[in-house]
């Protein structure tokens, strides 16, 4: 059986919710082009993400440990990876459009540097007076300037909806800056629920990396209430996590997030009685949002993650070194630009000096950082 695009498009308007992105009603790309016979748009949005550069990359880039840590911790990738699947069951269940949902979730890490948010902090410092860093910012350049796959066009010349998508991804630790992308209404749904997935899974999925690496043990969990909760409800009594337990109880964090949402967004949708994407974006509030109950436990979680793990002294002392690298990198890059790669020194009269060193090391993966670092200032180590 072979679906052609219209046919793919018809199904899109039978099954999805009248609030839902369309890919037949897209705003279109910035570049004419003809769509493909058997993909939508949001299709060929998704695959062209998935085959950039950037997105490979993503495999050597800090979540919360450097990659040469340990192979069982998360990277950025695998990260990316666990958004877009929590991303296509939130979407399914709520009859958004999977296929643009799951884009967003695939880009919208694309423009962390490496080491995690120890690197964009570092670069948002030094580029304080050139414009600034932000991973939202970078990920929209990388899609519309620093990759490039056709010569009639730089960047992946996506539509507007998964664009916005990206730019007006948000999250506790994300402030998005909207202004060529209609600032005053909010994300569509899809946006909103790509947000949602991203928080949902670094929160549970750093618990369980915190819980392998040993930072976080049962113990100091106890009288955190999602914890509690958790442990109860796999019927876990042994003071001690063995592997099979912790993975039990990740996945039940999970599954209690996930419904929780779904339940909450369904009766906030009923409730406002909005018909179209419009409608939606032009509500005072988001409307994916968890319970009152879960919020608050959620809170809580995030609180005891910031202290018990993301300020564990391992990791901040990574982070200090991370810094430190970057830092040293740019401030070298800037007083001789003639160490820069020859493609990055061709780019200096287009972008600037800092833009274009900023580019260069917010594409660097962790490994490729600390190499570059060592060749720049080891004198026995080959530049």
Known sequence: ????????????????????????????????????????????????????????????????????????????????????????????????????????????????????????????????????????????????????????????????????????????????????FNPDLRGHLEAQIANVADELAYTAHDLDDGLRSGMITPGVLEGITLWEILVESVGLETPLLDDLSRHRLIRRLIGMEVTDLVQTTHERLRDSRVRSVEELQSLPYNIISYSEDMHRRNRQLKDFLYTQLYRHPRVVRMQVKSERVITDMFDAFRSEPTILPRQFQDQIEAFGLERTICDYIAGMTDRYAIEEHQKLFDPLVKP
């Open 1 to 180: 059986m072979y679906f052609s695009r219209s046919q793919l498009e018809d199904i899109e308007e039978q099954s999805l919710a009248p609030y839902a992105c369309h890919s037949r009603v897209s705003k279109g790309r910035a570049y004419a082009e003809d769509e493909p016979e058997y993909r939508t748009a949001f299709q060929r949005d998704r695959d062209r993400i998935l085959h950039t550069t950037a997105f490979r990359r993503l495999e050597y880039k800090t979540q919360v440990f450097i990659n040469y840590e340990g192979d069982y911790y998360r990277t950025r990738l695998t990260h990316t990876l666990e958004v877009a699947q929590l991303g296509r069951t939130i979407a399914r269940a709520l009859g958004a459009n999977e296929d643009l949902v799951e884009g967003i979730c695939l880009a919208h890490d694309l423009g962390h540097s490496a080491f995690g948010h120890a690197g964009e902090v570092a670069l948002a410092r030094l580029m304080k007076d050139f414009g600034g860093f932000d991973h939202n910012k970078q990920s929209l350049r990388i899609v519309t300037t620093r990759e490039r796959r056709s010569p009639d066009f730089t960047g992946l010349n996506l539509t507007w909806e998964l664009r916005e998508g990206i730019v007006k991804h948000e999250s506790e630790y994300d402030i998005a800056d909207a202004s060529q």
